[in-house]
């Protein structure tokens, strides 16, 4: 992953990582009030020996008290000193306790010890400090003496008594705040990066190029306004998606050339990726440059072409096929477009068997011969087997993915079966691209090449009904 991926996770997985970031904050905001407060108290040592006549013996002097103030500092919190710190303060502890509460160290070439004392209470904290400092120097001055007549050449004097502390050394708000604002964003963002490797769901064109090599010849911008207007190249021709519709019935002229394919069957994977809008509406396209068109409603399971384009049929595809009626009697012209569309007529218990038989091909045999472009409208690949049976008859397929409805393996899935029966893949249209966030697509248009999105169309669209109206 390079930046552009790493911010692409961020801009789509913001509200994720702020709800991870704030839920550690929280926690660590409780682990703080929750936390008992620690205070800590200090007394500073300092040990000297016995002053020598000359400078050679206070250099001597000297070397011996920093080479003895190494280990003074781990007896601080041996029993010998605070047996007696435990006697005189009363405390019900072990040694070993009360050695857990108290911190010895000397500062670098010096002889000093720095005593510290944590304890819940600050009194007791400054009394054991104050305690363990008064015994530590009586203690040296058992320890370091020879004899019974000869004085200790060591002396450990307290310099800095200590006092009782005023504030808590824990928790500190700050600290663990701050640390569980780091933690935060980074189990969020560890978060998010796991999330979008296991998010398999097709939400840009990115994502389908990521899937599958073959190529995508459209993207059309996702409209909530869609279903209201699905037929987006007559209700508002100057729109970003009716350009998107135009842009892709222009990159179908260029694809598979050669054999320049006459009927074309549209399919998605699963329901609800907008196979039948991107359909009627490519259509119209295509009628609008000049082009003979017939839509075919080849969805004999839910056909809502018709419904869609505002027309009726209780006659159409299925009584052509079973030889109830012939072709040219259930063609239905489409307003003044040059469209002519073929409902799907009845529901049939078999639509498989009769999309697959002789007389279909033999049909759209025909329909080849009277116009440029036969668009098939057809069920979804996965719930059903109808799509891949008419790629085996027809000239070509377009999959249509829509974004947020398909994930990468059912495409896969789709792609394989229309592959397994020699299907001729014509591309993939990628449709309900977003129009905000990481995924969304950029288009431009018009004669200042000015970004158009959704939601200017629709604005657009209520001028012109309102311009209309007046």
């Avoid at 393996?409 to 014509?426: D, F, I, K």
Wanted: glycine share 8%.
């Amino acid at each position: 992953m390079d930046l552009r991926d790493y911010y692409r996770v961020v801009s789509k997985r913001w509200r994720l990582i702020t709800a991870v970031t704030l839920l550690v904050v929280a926690l660590a905001a409780l682990f703080t009030l929750t936390s008992p407060k620690v205070y800590q108290a200090r007394t500073q040592l300092f040990v000297s020996t016995s002053a020598g006549a000359d400078s050679t013996q206070l250099l001597q002097g000297n070397t011996f008290s920093q080479q003895r103030v190494k280990s003074y500092a781990d007896l601080i919190t041996t029993p010998a000193v605070l047996d007696p710190v435990i006697k005189e303060l009363g405390l019900d502890m072990s040694a070993d306790s009360l050695g857990q509460k108290i911190t010895a160290t000397v500062p670098i070439e010096t002889v000093l010890i720095d005593v510290l004392v944590t304890d819940r209470n600050p009194q007791s904290a400054a009394n054991i400090a104050d305690a363990v400092g008064k015994q530590f120097s009586a203690s040296i001055l058992d320890l370091e003496r020879v004899s019974d007549t000869s004085p200790s050449p060591v002396k450990v004097s307290v310099v800095r008594p200590p006092s009782v502390p005023t504030a808590p050394i824990s928790p500190n708000p700050v600290r663990n705040i701050g640390l569980g604002v780091v933690l935060g964003i980074v189990l969020g963002l560890g978060t998010a990066l796991l999330r979008d490797t296991f998010d398999t769901s097709v939400r840009s064109e990115r994502d389908v190029k990521d899937a599958t090599d073959e190529t995508v010849i459209g993207g059309i911008l996702f409209d909530p306004d869609a279903p209201k207007h699905p037929l987006i190249v007559q209700s508002d021709p100057h729109s970003t998606r009716a350009e998107a519709f135009r842009a892709l019935r222009t990159n179908l002229q260029f694809v598979d050339a050669a054999k320049h394919p006459r009927s074309i069957v549209f399919t998605s994977s699963l329901p609800g990726e907008g196979k039948t809008t991107t359909t009627a509406n490519l259509a119209i396209s295509m009628a609008a440059a000049g082009a003979r068109v017939c839509v075919i409603e080849g969805d004999l399971r839910r056909p809502r072409l018709l419904r869609y384009m505002g027309m009726e049929g209780a006659v159409g595809l299925t009584n052509v096929l079973i030889g109830q009626a012939d072709l040219a009697d259930v063609l239905q012209p489409y307003g003044d477009t040059g469209i002519q569309v073929l409902g799907a007529g009845q529901i049939p218990p078999n639509p498989s068997e009769l999309l697959g038989s002789d007389t279909m091909s033999r049909t759209i045999r025909q329909l080849e011969q009277m116009f440029d472009y036969v668009i098939i409208d057809a069920p979804p690949v996965l719930p059903a087997t109808d799509s891949t049976v008419l790629s085996t008859i027809t000239g070509g397929v377009v999959m249509v993915a829509g974004c947020g409805v398909v994930k990468k393996e059912q495409l896969n899935r789709a792609l394989e079966s229309l592959e397994t029966v020699g299907g001729n893949l014509l591309g993939i249209v990628v449709n309900r691209i977003p129009t905000r966030g990481a995924d969304a697509g950029t288009y431009y248009y018009g004669n200042g090449y000015a970004p158009l999105t959704a939601d200017r169309s629709r604005k657009q669209r209520a001028k012109d009904r309102q311009s209309a109206s007046v």
